[in-house]
Protein backbone atom coordinates (compact mmCIF):
# COMPACT_ATOMS: atom_id res chain seq x y z
CA UNK A 1 0.00 0.00 0.00
CA UNK A 2 0.88 3.43 -0.63
CA UNK A 3 1.90 5.53 2.38
CA UNK A 4 -1.22 7.05 3.34
CA UNK A 5 -1.27 11.14 1.88
CA UNK A 6 -1.89 13.96 3.30
CA UNK A 7 -5.29 14.32 2.07
CA UNK A 8 -6.09 16.68 -0.45
CA UNK A 9 -8.19 19.74 0.92
CA UNK A 10 -11.57 20.18 -0.22
CA UNK A 11 -11.22 16.09 -0.81
CA UNK A 12 -15.21 15.99 0.03
CA UNK A 13 -16.43 18.46 -2.47
CA UNK A 14 -14.40 16.96 -5.21
CA UNK A 15 -15.68 13.52 -4.93
CA UNK A 16 -19.15 15.28 -4.99
CA UNK A 17 -18.69 17.34 -7.30
CA UNK A 18 -17.11 14.38 -9.46
CA UNK A 19 -20.35 12.03 -8.92
CA UNK A 20 -23.27 15.03 -8.86
CA UNK A 21 -24.21 15.12 -12.66
CA UNK A 22 -24.59 11.07 -12.74
CA UNK A 23 -26.23 10.44 -9.71
CA UNK A 24 -28.57 13.34 -10.28
CA UNK A 25 -29.60 12.44 -13.69
CA UNK A 26 -29.91 8.44 -12.49
CA UNK A 27 -31.97 9.24 -9.72
CA UNK A 28 -34.09 11.39 -11.54
CA UNK A 29 -34.05 9.80 -15.12
CA UNK A 30 -33.92 6.08 -13.68
CA UNK A 31 -35.44 5.23 -10.62
CA UNK A 32 -38.22 8.21 -10.45
CA UNK A 33 -38.96 6.44 -13.97
CA UNK A 34 -39.27 3.01 -12.47
CA UNK A 35 -41.10 4.53 -9.37
CA UNK A 36 -43.40 5.80 -11.09
CA UNK A 37 -43.77 2.41 -13.45
CA UNK A 38 -44.65 0.53 -10.69
CA UNK A 39 -47.01 2.79 -9.21
CA UNK A 40 -48.79 3.08 -11.85
CA UNK A 41 -48.69 -1.13 -12.20
CA UNK A 42 -51.43 -0.57 -9.15
CA UNK A 43 -53.66 1.90 -10.43
CA UNK A 44 -56.68 0.83 -12.68
CA UNK A 45 -57.87 1.74 -15.80
CA UNK A 46 -60.83 3.24 -18.17
CA UNK A 47 -60.65 3.44 -21.34
CA UNK A 48 -62.36 7.08 -21.58
CA UNK A 49 -60.44 8.29 -18.67
CA UNK A 50 -57.30 6.76 -18.82
CA UNK A 51 -55.00 6.34 -15.55
CA UNK A 52 -57.42 5.96 -12.73
CA UNK A 53 -55.68 6.67 -9.56
CA UNK A 54 -57.05 4.32 -7.19
CA UNK A 55 -55.14 1.09 -5.83
CA UNK A 56 -55.97 -2.05 -7.06
CA UNK A 57 -54.43 -5.09 -7.53
CA UNK A 58 -56.66 -6.10 -10.82
CA UNK A 59 -53.71 -5.63 -13.44
CA UNK A 60 -51.83 -8.53 -11.26
CA UNK A 61 -54.56 -10.69 -10.46
CA UNK A 62 -55.74 -10.90 -14.03
CA UNK A 63 -52.15 -11.73 -15.14
CA UNK A 64 -51.54 -14.72 -12.89
CA UNK A 65 -55.65 -15.68 -12.84
CA UNK A 66 -56.07 -15.95 -16.23
CA UNK A 67 -55.56 -18.43 -18.34
CA UNK A 68 -54.54 -16.50 -21.85
CA UNK A 69 -51.92 -14.28 -19.87
CA UNK A 70 -50.34 -17.35 -17.57
CA UNK A 71 -49.83 -18.92 -21.48
CA UNK A 72 -47.98 -16.21 -22.28
CA UNK A 73 -45.81 -16.02 -19.42
CA UNK A 74 -45.04 -19.89 -19.78
CA UNK A 75 -44.51 -19.14 -23.36
CA UNK A 76 -42.19 -16.60 -22.65
CA UNK A 77 -40.07 -18.75 -20.29
CA UNK A 78 -39.97 -21.63 -22.98
CA UNK A 79 -38.88 -19.61 -25.85
CA UNK A 80 -35.80 -18.47 -23.21
CA UNK A 81 -35.33 -21.72 -22.40
CA UNK A 82 -35.11 -22.57 -26.28
CA UNK A 83 -33.40 -19.91 -27.50
CA UNK A 84 -30.40 -20.35 -24.50
CA UNK A 85 -29.83 -24.01 -25.28
CA UNK A 86 -30.19 -23.40 -29.17
CA UNK A 87 -27.01 -21.07 -28.92
CA UNK A 88 -25.45 -23.32 -26.24
CA UNK A 89 -25.29 -26.08 -28.80
CA UNK A 90 -23.90 -23.94 -31.56
CA UNK A 91 -21.55 -22.20 -29.19
CA UNK A 92 -19.83 -24.43 -27.47
CA UNK A 93 -17.91 -25.69 -30.19
CA UNK A 94 -17.40 -22.66 -31.37
CA UNK A 95 -15.78 -21.91 -28.19
CA UNK A 96 -13.70 -25.19 -28.14
CA UNK A 97 -12.68 -24.95 -31.53
CA UNK A 98 -11.33 -21.02 -30.64
CA UNK A 99 -8.99 -22.63 -27.76
CA UNK A 100 -7.26 -24.72 -30.35
CA UNK A 101 -7.14 -22.82 -33.65
CA UNK A 102 -4.17 -21.01 -35.05
CA UNK A 103 -4.02 -17.30 -34.36
CA UNK A 104 -5.22 -16.41 -38.04
CA UNK A 105 -8.53 -18.74 -37.73
CA UNK A 106 -9.10 -17.17 -34.49
CA UNK A 107 -9.13 -13.68 -35.55
CA UNK A 108 -11.91 -14.63 -38.63
CA UNK A 109 -13.65 -16.19 -35.92
CA UNK A 110 -14.13 -13.58 -33.40
CA UNK A 111 -14.62 -11.14 -36.63
CA UNK A 112 -17.83 -13.52 -37.77
CA UNK A 113 -19.20 -14.43 -34.67
CA UNK A 114 -18.46 -10.51 -32.94
CA UNK A 115 -19.17 -8.34 -36.14
CA UNK A 116 -22.97 -8.65 -35.80
CA UNK A 117 -23.23 -7.21 -32.37
CA UNK A 118 -22.34 -3.93 -34.88
CA UNK A 119 -25.24 -3.73 -36.48
CA UNK A 120 -28.60 -3.21 -35.07
CA UNK A 121 -30.59 -6.36 -34.30
CA UNK A 122 -33.63 -4.88 -36.00
CA UNK A 123 -31.26 -5.06 -39.29
CA UNK A 124 -29.87 -8.78 -38.52
CA UNK A 125 -33.54 -9.78 -37.47
CA UNK A 126 -34.97 -8.52 -41.03
CA UNK A 127 -32.27 -10.89 -42.66
CA UNK A 128 -33.97 -13.79 -40.94
CA UNK A 129 -37.15 -12.62 -42.57
CA UNK A 130 -35.65 -12.64 -46.03
CA UNK A 131 -33.85 -16.37 -45.32
CA UNK A 132 -37.24 -17.47 -43.74
CA UNK A 133 -40.02 -16.27 -45.43
CA UNK A 134 -41.83 -16.73 -48.59
CA UNK A 135 -40.04 -17.08 -51.69
CA UNK A 136 -36.47 -16.41 -49.36
CA UNK A 137 -33.65 -18.39 -49.14
CA UNK A 138 -34.65 -21.35 -47.74
CA UNK A 139 -38.01 -21.33 -49.53
CA UNK A 140 -36.37 -21.06 -53.02
CA UNK A 141 -34.01 -23.84 -51.90
CA UNK A 142 -36.63 -25.82 -51.06
CA UNK A 143 -38.65 -25.41 -54.22
CA UNK A 144 -35.29 -25.84 -56.60
CA UNK A 145 -34.90 -29.72 -54.99
CA UNK A 146 -39.21 -29.82 -56.05
CA UNK A 147 -39.88 -29.72 -51.92
CA UNK A 148 -43.16 -27.60 -50.99
CA UNK A 149 -43.11 -26.94 -47.28
CA UNK A 150 -45.48 -24.32 -45.09
CA UNK A 151 -42.28 -21.72 -44.81
CA UNK A 152 -40.77 -21.32 -41.56
CA UNK A 153 -41.45 -17.41 -40.81
CA UNK A 154 -44.16 -16.78 -38.27
CA UNK A 155 -43.58 -20.40 -35.76
CA UNK A 156 -41.92 -20.15 -32.54
CA UNK A 157 -38.41 -21.84 -34.55
CA UNK A 158 -37.93 -19.39 -36.65
CA UNK A 159 -38.46 -16.97 -33.45
CA UNK A 160 -35.73 -19.05 -31.67
CA UNK A 161 -33.33 -19.22 -35.04
CA UNK A 162 -33.53 -15.60 -34.79
CA UNK A 163 -32.56 -15.53 -30.82
CA UNK A 164 -29.87 -18.07 -31.55
CA UNK A 165 -28.35 -16.18 -33.60
CA UNK A 166 -28.43 -12.59 -32.35
CA UNK A 167 -27.30 -14.05 -28.93
CA UNK A 168 -24.82 -16.32 -29.69
CA UNK A 169 -21.92 -13.74 -29.44
CA UNK A 170 -22.26 -13.73 -25.75
CA UNK A 171 -22.28 -17.26 -25.26
CA UNK A 172 -19.58 -17.66 -27.12
CA UNK A 173 -17.92 -14.91 -24.94
CA UNK A 174 -18.99 -16.59 -21.88
CA UNK A 175 -17.26 -20.01 -22.47
CA UNK A 176 -14.20 -18.69 -24.58
CA UNK A 177 -13.37 -16.37 -21.52
CA UNK A 178 -13.56 -19.64 -19.18
CA UNK A 179 -11.77 -21.98 -21.55
CA UNK A 180 -9.11 -18.76 -21.51
CA UNK A 181 -8.79 -19.66 -18.05
CA UNK A 182 -8.36 -23.15 -17.90
CA UNK A 183 -4.12 -23.82 -17.27
CA UNK A 184 -3.60 -25.72 -20.44
CA UNK A 185 -1.07 -27.94 -18.35
CA UNK A 186 -3.97 -29.70 -16.21
CA UNK A 187 -5.11 -31.04 -19.76
CA UNK A 188 -2.09 -31.64 -20.70
CA UNK A 189 -1.56 -33.85 -17.01
CA UNK A 190 -4.71 -35.74 -17.89
CA UNK A 191 -3.39 -36.74 -21.35
CA UNK A 192 0.53 -37.56 -20.05
CA UNK A 193 -1.45 -39.74 -17.18
CA UNK A 194 -2.87 -41.82 -20.01
CA UNK A 195 -6.61 -40.51 -20.79
CA UNK A 196 -7.68 -40.80 -24.06
CA UNK A 197 -8.61 -37.09 -26.27
CA UNK A 198 -12.54 -37.87 -25.16
CA UNK A 199 -11.81 -38.33 -21.24
CA UNK A 200 -9.39 -34.98 -20.93
CA UNK A 201 -11.97 -33.30 -22.54
CA UNK A 202 -15.36 -34.92 -20.43
CA UNK A 203 -13.69 -34.81 -17.26
CA UNK A 204 -10.83 -32.43 -17.11
CA UNK A 205 -11.99 -29.09 -20.11
CA UNK A 206 -16.00 -29.73 -19.57
CA UNK A 207 -15.94 -29.17 -15.97
CA UNK A 208 -13.44 -26.54 -15.44
CA UNK A 209 -15.75 -24.72 -18.20
CA UNK A 210 -19.02 -25.57 -16.95
CA UNK A 211 -19.10 -21.69 -15.07
CA UNK A 212 -18.92 -20.18 -18.22
CA UNK A 213 -21.35 -22.42 -19.76
CA UNK A 214 -23.71 -21.50 -16.57
CA UNK A 215 -23.54 -17.92 -16.96
CA UNK A 216 -23.12 -17.61 -21.07
CA UNK A 217 -26.95 -19.53 -20.67
CA UNK A 218 -28.29 -17.36 -18.24
CA UNK A 219 -27.10 -14.10 -19.90
CA UNK A 220 -28.90 -15.45 -23.21
CA UNK A 221 -31.87 -16.56 -20.89
CA UNK A 222 -32.17 -13.56 -19.75
CA UNK A 223 -31.96 -11.51 -23.09
CA UNK A 224 -34.27 -13.68 -24.90
CA UNK A 225 -37.23 -13.43 -22.15
CA UNK A 226 -36.93 -9.80 -22.56
CA UNK A 227 -36.16 -9.37 -26.36
CA UNK A 228 -38.68 -7.47 -28.29
CA UNK A 229 -37.28 -7.31 -32.07
CA UNK A 230 -37.35 -10.67 -32.78
CA UNK A 231 -40.29 -12.25 -31.37
CA UNK A 232 -42.53 -9.68 -32.94
CA UNK A 233 -41.04 -9.63 -36.17
CA UNK A 234 -40.31 -13.70 -36.73
CA UNK A 235 -43.21 -14.91 -34.78
CA UNK A 236 -45.80 -13.07 -36.60
CA UNK A 237 -48.76 -10.61 -35.00
CA UNK A 238 -50.44 -13.97 -33.39
CA UNK A 239 -47.25 -14.74 -31.31
CA UNK A 240 -47.76 -13.29 -27.99
CA UNK A 241 -44.49 -12.88 -25.55
CA UNK A 242 -44.41 -10.47 -22.43
CA UNK A 243 -42.33 -8.10 -24.23
CA UNK A 244 -44.89 -8.32 -26.97
CA UNK A 245 -47.71 -7.79 -24.54
CA UNK A 246 -46.30 -4.58 -22.92
CA UNK A 247 -45.66 -2.93 -26.25
CA UNK A 248 -49.11 -3.93 -27.51
CA UNK A 249 -50.85 -2.34 -24.31
CA UNK A 250 -48.74 0.35 -24.04
CA UNK A 251 -48.32 1.92 -27.46
CA UNK A 252 -51.38 -0.07 -29.11
CA UNK A 253 -54.12 -0.02 -26.42
CA UNK A 254 -52.57 2.92 -23.99
CA UNK A 255 -53.50 1.07 -20.99
CA UNK A 256 -50.53 2.21 -19.36
CA UNK A 257 -51.10 0.14 -15.82
CA UNK A 258 -51.42 -2.79 -17.57
CA UNK A 259 -48.39 -2.64 -19.83
CA UNK A 260 -46.97 -1.67 -16.26
CA UNK A 261 -48.53 -4.46 -14.37
CA UNK A 262 -46.22 -6.53 -17.74
CA UNK A 263 -43.61 -4.87 -17.38
CA UNK A 264 -42.83 -5.67 -13.20
CA UNK A 265 -43.76 -9.58 -14.25
CA UNK A 266 -40.94 -9.47 -16.89
CA UNK A 267 -38.51 -7.91 -14.39
CA UNK A 268 -39.03 -10.13 -11.91
CA UNK A 269 -38.18 -12.71 -14.20
CA UNK A 270 -35.04 -11.39 -15.30
CA UNK A 271 -33.89 -10.44 -11.53
CA UNK A 272 -34.89 -14.00 -10.73
CA UNK A 273 -32.54 -15.71 -13.67
CA UNK A 274 -29.76 -12.74 -12.58
CA UNK A 275 -30.33 -13.85 -8.82
CA UNK A 276 -29.56 -17.46 -9.77
CA UNK A 277 -26.66 -16.43 -11.71
CA UNK A 278 -25.03 -14.40 -8.94
CA UNK A 279 -25.81 -17.10 -6.64
CA UNK A 280 -23.96 -19.92 -8.96
CA UNK A 281 -21.13 -17.39 -9.79
CA UNK A 282 -20.01 -14.22 -8.49
CA UNK A 283 -20.38 -11.72 -10.84
CA UNK A 284 -22.73 -9.42 -13.22
CA UNK A 285 -24.72 -10.40 -15.92
CA UNK A 286 -21.57 -8.61 -18.49
CA UNK A 287 -18.89 -9.73 -16.29
CA UNK A 288 -17.79 -12.09 -19.42
CA UNK A 289 -17.80 -8.83 -21.16
CA UNK A 290 -15.03 -7.04 -18.97
CA UNK A 291 -13.51 -10.01 -16.94
CA UNK B 1 -5.61 -32.48 -26.66
CA UNK B 2 -7.72 -33.40 -29.39
CA UNK B 3 -7.61 -35.70 -32.17
CA UNK B 4 -6.96 -34.80 -35.57
CA UNK B 5 -10.64 -36.20 -36.78
CA UNK B 6 -12.29 -34.30 -33.76
CA UNK B 7 -10.81 -31.02 -34.94
CA UNK B 8 -11.22 -31.29 -38.02
CA UNK B 9 -15.25 -31.94 -37.43
CA UNK B 10 -15.27 -29.20 -35.28
CA UNK B 11 -13.52 -26.65 -37.79
CA UNK B 12 -16.05 -27.43 -40.30
CA UNK B 13 -18.86 -27.30 -37.76
CA UNK B 14 -17.63 -23.74 -36.59
CA UNK B 15 -16.87 -22.76 -40.28
CA UNK B 16 -21.17 -23.81 -40.69
CA UNK B 17 -21.70 -21.64 -37.36
CA UNK B 18 -20.04 -18.88 -38.65
CA UNK B 19 -21.67 -18.54 -42.03
CA UNK B 20 -25.06 -18.46 -40.23
CA UNK B 21 -23.60 -15.63 -37.95
CA UNK B 22 -23.12 -13.46 -40.87
CA UNK B 23 -25.82 -14.86 -43.09
CA UNK B 24 -28.76 -12.40 -42.10
CA UNK B 25 -26.22 -9.32 -42.91
CA UNK B 26 -25.19 -10.64 -46.51
CA UNK B 27 -28.18 -11.64 -47.60
CA UNK B 28 -29.50 -8.22 -46.75
CA UNK B 29 -26.87 -6.33 -48.71
CA UNK B 30 -27.12 -8.88 -51.92
CA UNK B 31 -31.29 -8.55 -51.80
CA UNK B 32 -30.43 -4.74 -51.78
CA UNK B 33 -29.51 -5.18 -54.92
CA UNK B 34 -32.84 -6.56 -56.43
CA UNK B 35 -34.37 -5.51 -58.86
CA UNK B 36 -38.16 -6.81 -58.28
CA UNK B 37 -40.33 -4.63 -56.70
CA UNK B 38 -41.55 -7.71 -53.87
CA UNK B 39 -39.03 -9.41 -51.62
CA UNK B 40 -37.55 -12.72 -52.79
CA UNK B 41 -33.93 -14.51 -52.49
CA UNK B 42 -32.21 -15.19 -54.66
CA UNK B 43 -33.20 -11.32 -56.40
CA UNK B 44 -34.57 -12.47 -60.20
CA UNK B 45 -32.13 -9.56 -61.06
CA UNK B 46 -29.26 -7.18 -60.03
CA UNK B 47 -29.84 -3.07 -59.96
CA UNK B 48 -29.17 0.13 -58.02
CA UNK B 49 -33.20 0.94 -57.82
CA UNK B 50 -33.92 0.56 -54.36
CA UNK B 51 -30.96 2.86 -52.91
CA UNK B 52 -32.93 5.84 -55.39
CA UNK B 53 -35.84 5.01 -54.13
CA UNK B 54 -34.25 5.49 -50.34
CA UNK B 55 -33.34 8.93 -51.41
CA UNK B 56 -36.88 9.73 -52.56
CA UNK B 57 -37.73 8.61 -48.71
CA UNK B 58 -37.19 12.12 -46.65
CA UNK B 59 -38.68 10.44 -43.32
CA UNK B 60 -35.70 7.46 -43.28
CA UNK B 61 -33.01 10.36 -44.14
CA UNK B 62 -34.29 12.49 -41.21
CA UNK B 63 -34.11 9.40 -39.23
CA UNK B 64 -30.68 8.98 -39.88
CA UNK B 65 -29.38 12.21 -38.99
CA UNK B 66 -31.58 11.95 -35.85
CA UNK B 67 -29.50 8.25 -34.97
CA UNK B 68 -26.40 10.25 -36.14
CA UNK B 69 -27.08 13.12 -33.65
CA UNK B 70 -28.06 11.07 -31.06
CA UNK B 71 -25.62 8.56 -30.71
CA UNK B 72 -22.82 11.47 -30.61
CA UNK B 73 -24.17 13.64 -28.26
CA UNK B 74 -24.84 10.21 -26.18
CA UNK B 75 -21.13 8.98 -26.80
CA UNK B 76 -19.17 12.30 -25.64
CA UNK B 77 -21.73 13.09 -22.69
CA UNK B 78 -21.77 9.13 -21.80
CA UNK B 79 -17.69 9.67 -21.67
CA UNK B 80 -17.26 12.80 -20.30
CA UNK B 81 -19.95 11.65 -17.21
CA UNK B 82 -18.38 8.22 -17.01
CA UNK B 83 -14.56 9.43 -16.66
CA UNK B 84 -15.92 12.08 -13.93
CA UNK B 85 -17.88 9.00 -12.16
CA UNK B 86 -15.47 6.48 -12.76
CA UNK B 87 -12.31 8.43 -11.20
CA UNK B 88 -14.52 8.99 -8.08
CA UNK B 89 -15.53 5.66 -7.74
CA UNK B 90 -11.77 4.42 -8.46
CA UNK B 91 -10.02 6.88 -6.91
CA UNK B 92 -11.98 7.76 -3.52
CA UNK B 93 -13.55 5.67 -0.54
CA UNK B 94 -16.67 7.16 0.64
CA UNK B 95 -19.73 5.86 2.56
CA UNK B 96 -22.43 4.61 -0.33
CA UNK B 97 -19.54 4.11 -2.74
CA UNK B 98 -21.03 0.45 -3.21
CA UNK B 99 -24.62 1.74 -3.65
CA UNK B 100 -23.80 4.20 -6.14
CA UNK B 101 -21.73 1.58 -7.80
CA UNK B 102 -24.96 -0.54 -7.95
CA UNK B 103 -27.27 1.94 -9.14
CA UNK B 104 -24.63 2.98 -12.15
CA UNK B 105 -24.63 -0.98 -13.13
CA UNK B 106 -28.25 -1.81 -12.77
CA UNK B 107 -29.31 -0.12 -16.67
CA UNK B 108 -27.51 -3.31 -17.70
CA UNK B 109 -29.70 -5.84 -16.21
CA UNK B 110 -32.92 -4.13 -16.79
CA UNK B 111 -34.63 -4.70 -20.41
CA UNK B 112 -34.44 -1.35 -22.56
CA UNK B 113 -37.93 -1.84 -23.16
CA UNK B 114 -38.84 -1.40 -19.49
CA UNK B 115 -36.73 1.14 -19.13
CA UNK B 116 -37.95 2.76 -21.96
CA UNK B 117 -42.23 2.28 -20.73
CA UNK B 118 -40.77 3.77 -17.28
CA UNK B 119 -39.50 6.70 -19.07
CA UNK B 120 -42.53 7.33 -21.24
CA UNK B 121 -44.89 7.09 -17.85
CA UNK B 122 -42.55 9.59 -16.13
CA UNK B 123 -42.07 12.03 -18.49
CA UNK B 124 -45.94 11.95 -19.46
CA UNK B 125 -46.97 12.04 -15.95
CA UNK B 126 -44.48 15.60 -15.17
CA UNK B 127 -46.05 17.18 -18.26
CA UNK B 128 -42.27 17.07 -19.92
CA UNK B 129 -42.52 17.29 -23.71
CA UNK B 130 -41.19 13.95 -25.50
CA UNK B 131 -38.76 14.40 -28.08
CA UNK B 132 -35.05 14.31 -29.02
CA UNK B 133 -34.40 15.20 -25.63
CA UNK B 134 -35.90 12.44 -24.01
CA UNK B 135 -34.13 9.84 -26.68
CA UNK B 136 -30.92 11.65 -25.18
CA UNK B 137 -31.44 10.90 -21.74
CA UNK B 138 -32.53 7.24 -22.35
CA UNK B 139 -29.35 6.27 -24.28
CA UNK B 140 -26.88 8.12 -21.92
CA UNK B 141 -28.58 6.20 -19.45
CA UNK B 142 -28.02 2.62 -21.33
CA UNK B 143 -24.73 3.32 -22.20
CA UNK B 144 -23.08 4.78 -18.93
CA UNK B 145 -22.63 1.57 -17.15
CA UNK B 146 -20.29 0.52 -20.42
CA UNK B 147 -18.10 4.20 -19.79
CA UNK B 148 -18.04 4.26 -16.48
CA UNK B 149 -16.41 0.40 -16.66
CA UNK B 150 -14.06 1.20 -19.26
CA UNK B 151 -12.70 4.10 -17.84
CA UNK B 152 -12.69 2.31 -14.21
CA UNK B 153 -10.90 -0.72 -15.61
CA UNK B 154 -8.21 1.99 -17.25
CA UNK B 155 -8.56 3.80 -14.47
CA UNK B 156 -7.41 0.63 -12.17
CA UNK B 157 -4.07 0.47 -14.52
CA UNK B 158 -2.88 3.28 -13.35
CA UNK B 159 -0.85 3.35 -10.02
CA UNK B 160 -2.00 5.77 -7.92
CA UNK B 161 1.15 7.03 -6.95
CA UNK B 162 2.11 8.69 -10.37
CA UNK B 163 -0.75 11.73 -9.54
CA UNK B 164 0.61 11.74 -6.41
CA UNK B 165 3.76 12.20 -7.30
CA UNK B 166 3.13 15.11 -9.33
CA UNK B 167 0.49 16.79 -6.69
CA UNK B 168 3.56 16.38 -4.65
CA UNK B 169 5.90 17.85 -7.27
CA UNK B 170 3.93 20.81 -7.25
CA UNK B 171 1.01 20.20 -10.09
CA UNK B 172 -2.53 21.66 -8.89
CA UNK B 173 -4.97 18.38 -9.10
CA UNK B 174 -6.16 19.75 -12.78
CA UNK B 175 -2.60 19.84 -13.80
CA UNK B 176 -2.31 16.19 -12.53
CA UNK B 177 -5.07 15.08 -14.42
CA UNK B 178 -4.56 16.71 -17.64
CA UNK B 179 -0.50 15.62 -17.83
CA UNK B 180 -0.60 12.52 -16.08
CA UNK B 181 -4.01 11.09 -15.30
CA UNK B 182 -5.45 11.90 -18.49
CA UNK B 183 -3.16 10.39 -21.48
CA UNK B 184 -2.92 7.02 -19.03
CA UNK B 185 -6.96 6.61 -19.26
CA UNK B 186 -7.05 7.94 -22.51
CA UNK B 187 -7.43 4.42 -24.39
CA UNK B 188 -10.49 3.73 -21.87
CA UNK B 189 -12.19 6.80 -22.99
CA UNK B 190 -11.47 6.02 -26.63
CA UNK B 191 -13.04 2.24 -26.48
CA UNK B 192 -16.07 4.23 -24.61
CA UNK B 193 -16.80 6.63 -27.14
CA UNK B 194 -16.97 4.28 -29.58
CA UNK B 195 -19.14 1.78 -27.74
CA UNK B 196 -21.09 4.11 -26.76
CA UNK B 197 -21.78 5.39 -30.43
CA UNK B 198 -22.39 1.73 -31.28
CA UNK B 199 -24.96 0.95 -28.80
CA UNK B 200 -27.27 4.02 -29.01
CA UNK B 201 -26.64 3.77 -33.11
CA UNK B 202 -28.63 0.23 -32.98
CA UNK B 203 -30.53 0.78 -30.15
CA UNK B 204 -34.47 -0.02 -30.51
CA UNK B 205 -36.17 -1.50 -27.27
CA UNK B 206 -35.92 1.49 -25.63
CA UNK B 207 -36.04 4.05 -27.96
CA UNK B 208 -39.27 2.36 -29.64
CA UNK B 209 -41.20 4.21 -26.80
CA UNK B 210 -40.05 7.57 -26.15
CA UNK B 211 -39.36 8.01 -30.48
CA UNK B 212 -41.81 10.76 -31.39
CA UNK B 213 -42.55 10.92 -35.69
CA UNK B 214 -40.57 14.48 -35.40
CA UNK B 215 -37.29 12.49 -33.40
CA UNK B 216 -37.63 9.09 -34.61
CA UNK B 217 -33.89 7.05 -34.62
CA UNK B 218 -33.57 4.91 -37.39
CA UNK B 219 -33.79 1.90 -35.99
CA UNK B 220 -37.15 2.54 -34.87
CA UNK B 221 -38.21 4.00 -38.31
CA UNK B 222 -37.12 0.55 -40.01
CA UNK B 223 -39.14 -1.27 -37.09
CA UNK B 224 -42.25 0.44 -37.44
CA UNK B 225 -41.90 0.27 -41.44
CA UNK B 226 -41.52 -3.27 -41.51
CA UNK B 227 -44.00 -3.69 -38.98
CA UNK B 228 -46.78 -2.52 -41.88
CA UNK B 229 -44.60 -2.89 -45.08
CA UNK B 230 -42.86 -6.22 -46.40
CA UNK B 231 -40.64 -5.03 -49.73
CA UNK B 232 -36.77 -4.30 -50.92
CA UNK B 233 -36.98 -0.82 -49.63
CA UNK B 234 -35.66 -1.63 -46.28
CA UNK B 235 -32.52 -4.17 -47.85
CA UNK B 236 -31.17 -0.47 -49.08
CA UNK B 237 -31.43 1.09 -45.82
CA UNK B 238 -30.34 -1.50 -43.92
CA UNK B 239 -27.18 -2.37 -46.50
CA UNK B 240 -26.83 1.17 -45.27
CA UNK B 241 -26.21 0.44 -41.42
CA UNK B 242 -23.81 -2.15 -42.52
CA UNK B 243 -21.33 -0.11 -44.49
CA UNK B 244 -21.16 2.20 -41.79
CA UNK B 245 -20.99 -1.00 -39.55
CA UNK B 246 -17.90 -1.78 -41.47
CA UNK B 247 -16.19 1.48 -41.39
CA UNK B 248 -16.47 1.35 -37.12
CA UNK B 249 -15.38 -2.49 -37.73
CA UNK B 250 -12.18 -0.97 -39.53
CA UNK B 251 -11.63 1.43 -36.97
CA UNK B 252 -12.01 -1.02 -33.86
CA UNK B 253 -9.43 -3.29 -35.54
CA UNK B 254 -7.33 -0.74 -36.70
CA UNK B 255 -7.34 0.46 -32.92
CA UNK B 256 -7.87 -2.32 -30.37
CA UNK B 257 -9.56 -4.89 -32.15
CA UNK B 258 -12.72 -6.75 -32.06
CA UNK B 259 -11.81 -9.43 -29.28
CA UNK B 260 -9.95 -6.96 -26.73
CA UNK B 261 -12.98 -4.75 -27.27
CA UNK B 262 -15.29 -7.91 -25.70
CA UNK B 263 -12.71 -8.83 -23.19
CA UNK B 264 -11.24 -11.84 -25.28
CA UNK B 265 -7.44 -12.07 -25.00
Given at each position: MAPAPRRPRGRRPVVLLLLLPATVLFVVFFLMPLAVLVINSFYDYSRLGGIVQTFTLKNYLSIFGDMYYLEILGRTLRLALFAALAALALGYPVALYLSVATARQRGWIILAV???????VIVRTFGWLIILGPNGLVDSALKAVGLHMQPLLHSELAVVIGLANVLLPFLVLSIATSLQAIDPAVPLAASSLGASPWRVFLSVTLPLSLPGVVSGVLIVFSLASSSFVTPSLLGGANYKVLSTMIYQQAL????WPFAAAFAVTLVLVVFLVLFIQTRAIEGGKYKVVFH | MITRTARRWLGAFTFLVCLCAVAPVLVIVIESLTSANYVAFPPPGLSFKWYGETLKRPEFIDSMFVSLAVALATSIVSTALGTLTGIALVRYSFRGRGLLQSLFSMPLSLPGLIFGLALLQFVTLRNLPVNGWTLLVAHIIITMPFAIRFVSVALLGVNANVELAARSLGANPWAAFRHVTFPLVRPGMVASLVFAFILSFDEVAASLFVSTPDAMTLPVRIYVYIDQNYDPLITAISSVLVFAAVIALVIIERTMGMGKLFGLR
Open positions: LSPLLVSVLQN | -
